[in-house]
C-alpha cells in the first residue's frame, strides 16, 4: 500500500523560508510525476508546485513562481519544497500527491493526481 507523509511545516513571519518533505513508501516505481498542493481554510486546494521525476522538468502556479521550489530525490522516494520569500497568502495545509490518472504534469489537476498525505499546516504571519 503506498503512503506519502509530510513533514515540515511550522509558523514563520513574512519574509521567512520552510522547507516541506514528503516521504513516500509502497511505490515500487517511482512515480512519472509529483506534485504539491495546499489548501488554505475555507478554500479549494490548488497546485503549487509539480515535477515530472524522470526528466525534472518543473512546474509552479503563478503566485509562488521565485519563492518556492520542489525538488526531488527519487532514490530515497522523497519530495520537497522549498518555500522562501514568504507571504501571508501562503498560509496552507500543504500536501504531496503522485499523478495517478492519464493527466498531465504541467496541467497541475488537482483531480488528476491522488495518494494524498495527511498534511503538514504551514502558516505565515504578517
Known amino acids: 500500500q503506498v503512503q506519502l507523509i509530510e513533514s515540515g511545516g511550522g509558523s514563520v513571519q513574512t519574509g521567512g523560508s520552510l522547507r516541506l518533505s514528503c516521504a513516500a513508501s509502497?511505490?515500487?516505481?517511482?512515480?512519472?510525476?509529483m506534485g504539491w498542493f495546499r489548501q488554505p481554510a475555507g478554500k479549494e486546494r490548488e497546485a503549487v508546485a509539480t515535477l515530472y521525476t524522470g526528466g525534472g522538468y518543473t512546474y509552479y502556479t503563478d503566485s509562488v513562481k521565485g519563492r518556492f521550489t520542489i525538488s526531488q530525490d527519487a532514490a530515497k522516494h522523497a519530495l520537497y519544497l522549498q518555500m522562501d520569500k514568504m507571504k501571508p497568502e501562503d498560509t496552507a495545509m500543504y500536501y504531496c500527491a503522485a499523478l495517478v490518472r492519464n493527466g498531465y504534469c504541467y496541467q497541475m489537476k488537482s483531480a488528476d493526481f491522488g495518494n494524498w498525505g495527511q498534511g503538514t499546516q504551514v502558516t505565515v504571519s504578517s
Open positions: 509502497g511505490y515500487t516505481d517511482w512515480p512519472r510525476c
